[in-house]
């Protein structure tokens, strides 16, 4: 079973740059979709970047042109480099794979991975002056 866990969150201001990661142990090669989400206080959880085992990656609108995924050391690591941070961007960000059939979907400026797994236990990111 895959188990998640986040790293890389904290405080940045307005304009600044961060890097979260997520570590997958166990067998990562039949996750048809890894991704990040993020629940800012008050709101629902969302999507923000995912990618599928093709190596696709789809954005929310929100975050495209700012955020970037990646998957690294033979898809152990799960990255998110964040640029031009928000205000608004402050949320806990959370990872999460789904199985072999589950698969991502991109709709109307959102994204997600289907029939998720499991999740990580998120990392905090605040962005403020």
């Known amino acids: 079973e895959v188990q998640l866990m986040e790293s890389g969150g904290g405080s940045v201001q307005p304009g600044g740059s961060l890097r979260l990661s997520c570590a997958a142990s166990?067998?990562?090669?039949?996750?048809?979709?890894m991704g990040w989400y993020r629940q800012a206080p008050g709101k629902e959880r969302e999507g923000i970047a995912v990618?599928?085992?093709?190596?696709?990656?789809y954005y929310a609108d929100s975050v495209k042109g700012r955020f970037a995924i990646s998957k690294e050391n033979a898809n152990s690591t799960l990255s998110l480099q964040m640029h031009s941070l928000k205000p608004e961007d402050t949320a806990t960000y959370y990872c999460?794979?789904?199985?072999?059939?589950?698969?991502?979907?991109?709709?109307?400026?959102?994204?997600?991975?289907?029939?998720?797994?499991?999740w990580g236990p998120g990392t905090l990111v605040t962005v403020s002056s």
């Open positions: 999460a794979a789904t199985g072999p059939f589950g698969g991502s979907w991109d709709s109307n400026g959102h994204v997600g991975c289907n029939n998720i797994d499991v």
């Open positions: 990618v599928d085992s093709d190596g696709n990656t």
């Open positions: 166990g067998d990562t090669s039949s996750n048809s979709c």
